[in-house]
T-cell receptor, first 112, second 113 residues
């Protein structure tokens, strides 16, 4: 089955710096890669997603890149703010109903 | 904005008891999912449901688990005889179709004592 690996597990950056989180996946049939932000005790919230027919997608300070050949995708957050502090999960879809396989999460801390 | 709603927000039960976790997916969505998240760990897929039947289930989803869509709005997860290791946050999600975004509910925290 699909295996998604995510690095780093924790990331601390200063406010205003950029943050990059990387994921790799194993199933070449995966074609949808969402990123979820989860604040403590809350539901995962979709922040950006990318499909396999594009290599990059940007939404204000957030961007995602996808390299299908290498089977990896990355989340880039620029000009980080304290409210960006949360756990970020990457995921990849598999199966006919597109179940999501999640990475192990990255705890991002943005310090002042 | 429409939301997936889950009840209860917290369920405490004794080991061996049956629990039913309830979800109301976004109306007009056709695909429904249950995931669980043990404290401090990643979100894990349990089961997907489409057209009134299970599409796929994980190894976690053994014969102690079942899902049902008893009417046009609710989607339930039943655990017949809870174990200590079933303690986790259970998230319901729904999607308009298999290629679309999955929206997550706020979760039910299940505590098995």
């Amino acid at each position: 089955g699909e295996n998604v690996e995510q690095h780093p597990s924790t990331l601390s950056v200063q406010e205003g710096d950029s943050a990059v989180i990387k994921c790799t996946y194993s199933d070449s049939a995966s074609n949808y890669f969402p990123w979820y932000k989860q604040e403590l005790g809350k539901r995962p919230q979709l922040i950006i997603d990318i499909r396999s027919n594009v290599g990059e997608k940007k939404d204000q300070r957030i961007a995602v890149t996808l390299n299908k050949t290498a089977k990896h995708f990355s989340l880039h957050i620029t000009e980080t703010q304290p409210e960006d502090s949360a756990v970020y999960f990457c995921a990849a879809n598999t199966g006919t109903a597109s179940k999501l396989t999640f990475g192990t999460g990255t705890r991002l801390q943005v310090t002042l | 904005e429409p939301e997936v709603t889950q009840t209860p927000s917290h369920q405490v039960t004794q080991m061996g008891q049956e629990v039913i976790l309830r979800c109301v997916p976004i109306s007009n969505h056709l695909y429904f999912y249950w995931y669980r998240q043990i404290l401090g760990q990643k979100v894990e897929f349990l089961v997907s449901f489409y057209n009134n039947e299970i599409s796929e289930k994980s190894e976690i989803f053994d014969d102690q688990f079942s899902v049902e869509r008893p009417d046009g709005s609710n989607f339930t997860l039943k655990i017949r005889s809870t174990k200590l290791e079933d303690s986790a946050m259970y998230f319901c999600a729904s999607a308009a179709d298999s290629k679309n975004i999955q929206y997550f509910g706020a979760g039910t925290r299940l505590s098995v004592l």
